[in-house]
């Protein structure tokens, strides 16, 4: 089994930034790929920003730029950099992982959410 655990949410004004983090933890022999999606209430989750195992990355459209996702392998932790915020970021943000265990099965894992709230 795995855990997630995030950290970093909040609030802040337009503008500003703030870093999200998440760990994993557990039966781990190797993680393919981690991310963050976000929900509103009402909308489906969407993709923020993904990284794989060869550091290689996507980005949402609408936070290119100004979003910046990185990974610690040694730590199987990933970040996000939030820098110039807008009130369209306002979303729970998900941490997500896909894990390899011992057996060689891949599995996806989620976080438990962390409410990041920009003010205009």
């Known amino acids: 089994q795995v855990q997630l655990v995030e950290s970093g949410g909040g609030g802040v004004q337009s503008g500003g930034s703030l870093r999200l983090s998440c760990a994993a933890s557990g039966t781990i022999f190797s993680v393919y790929v981690m991310g963050w999606y976000r929900q509103t209430p009402g909308k489906q989750r969407d993709l923020v920003a993904t990284?794989?195992?060869?550091?290689?990355?996507n980005y949402a459209e609408s936070v290119k730029g100004r979003f910046t996702i990185s990974r610690d392998n040694n730590k199987n932790t990933v970040y996000l950099q939030m820098d110039n915020l807008e009130p369209e970021d306002t979303a729970v943000y998900y941490c997500?992982?896909?894990?390899?265990?011992?057996?060689?099965?891949?599995?996806?894992?989620w976080g438990q959410g962390t409410q990041v709230t920009v003010s205009s």
């Open positions: 997500y992982c896909n894990v390899v265990d011992y057996t060689a099965r891949a599995r996806d894992y």
């Open positions: 990284i794989y195992s060869d550091a290689s990355t």
